[in-house]
């Protein structure tokens, strides 16, 4: 499957490197996609001597398969947010992220990447109480907003919570025109990574500061990432033939959301655990049961699936990568939001090396306490995965699942994914699985 992005952006030529001999720098990044390339970015706009090494090519892992909405409305948030972390957390991941949008709008200027500003809303198909619980707290923390008494959407609802000023784009086109600036080197597959020095095809990169951009971090049995974070899959498919809807729209606690880029439609959906599913009421069937239902004879021209790394509190894990490495940074656990994730997550980690601080340091601390429900979920899923029968991931040796629609081997654990031949596919494993027989 295709994404959107992927069919209509043209590729530039030339603009990537191959790495055939041991280099050094300020600041090496691991990791091509936006958070990867959004950081190098912005630490060469501070002075750094910045390489990126991808292990593909330059925005072909999720960044690719995104929706591109550039928002801080992440679902019914801030309601969540006051009551755990506070009045205060709250309003600073409000501003952390609409600082990202503005960022972003601003490199939209010096780079074309269909940048349009829209109105985001979250909308209830059922009860409004978690509605006018979040509406509650954008008056309390002053954030712009509207409501429809109904959103305009194919799909009975009870009304809809607008978030003003956010955007959406082209994340390619943008990730493309970076390339330009940026030195990155494609190929360029990290295996190991010790101190300061980084092992790659082709030779070994020295830095006095190492960013782990790689989704899911490389490194993540040190620094506990295998218990912060699970893997979720979410699917979107492209419709031409079909009304366009005037915002970016999703449904809450998880229902289809919408979008328009030029003649498409755009409609995202049917989630599930990565390793569990998709069931009959999953993945690209129950989008497309629901495009033939709200859009008859419509056409489809992309489909595609994108995988996310969730934290443990929903927010994501931006800073210092563990306390024995100081110098090592990473982000990861964007939880579903990671255009305004990697553009927070890269202002961060620039604050920290270039200025040794960051706003946001405390609040998206990677240190910051597990305690949590969701730690007890991954942890049980861990065990049970552990003594299944099956074929077993190379990771940490969870049983795999088959996932009939894609065609690939899915670790219910940690999210990392093989095709039939055992080649992965999906972080964090980095080595292939024995096929064998089904």
Known sequence: MTSLWAARTPRPHGAAKTLDRDITADVLVIGGGMAGMLCAY????????????????VGSGVTQNTTAKVT????????????????ENARLYYEANQAAVAGLRQLSGTFPCDFEEKTAYVYAEGSTEGLERELVAYERLAIPHHVLPSAPVPIANKGALGMERQAQFNPLKLLYALMSTVDVYENAFVSDVSGSTAHAQGGSITADHIVFATHY????????????????????????????????????????????????LLVGGGGHRT?????????????????????????????????????????????????????????TGFSK?????????????????????????????????????????????SAANLVKPGKRCSHMGCSLSHNDVENSWDCPCHGSRFDENGAVVDGPATKPISMGKR
């Open 42 to 57: 912005l630490l060469g706009q501070g002075g750094c001597s910045c390489v990126v090494a991808e292990q593909g090519r």
């Open 72 to 87: 801080a409305q992440h679902n019914l948030v801030y309601d969540r947010l006051i009551r755990e972390h506070g009045p």
């Open 217 to 264: 971090p490389l490194v993540n049995i040190p620094g506990l990432y295998f218990m912060k974070l699970h893997q979720e899959r979410s699917y979107a498919i492209a419709l031409q033939g079909v009304p366009a809807v005037d915002g970016m729209f999703i449904g809450e606690g998880g229902g289809f959301s919408f979008r328009t880029y030029e003649d498409c």
């Open 275 to 331: 390793g569990n599913g998709p069931g009959p009421k999953d993945g690209y069937r129950a989008i497309r049961s629901f495009a033939d239902a709200a859009y008859p004879g419509h056409a489809e021209c992309c489909a595609w699936a994108t995988q996310d790394c969730m934290s443990l509190d929903g927010m994501p894990y931006i800073g210092v990568h563990r306390r024995k490495n100081p110098n090592w940074y990473v982000a």
């Open 337 to 381: 939001w990671g255009m305004t994730g990697s553009y927070v997550a890269a202002k961060a980690i620039t604050g920290l090396i270039v200025k040794g601080r960051s706003p946001v340091e405390e609040l998206f601390s990677p240190q910051r306490s597990m305690l949590n429900g969701e730690l007890l979920s991954n942890m049980g899923t």
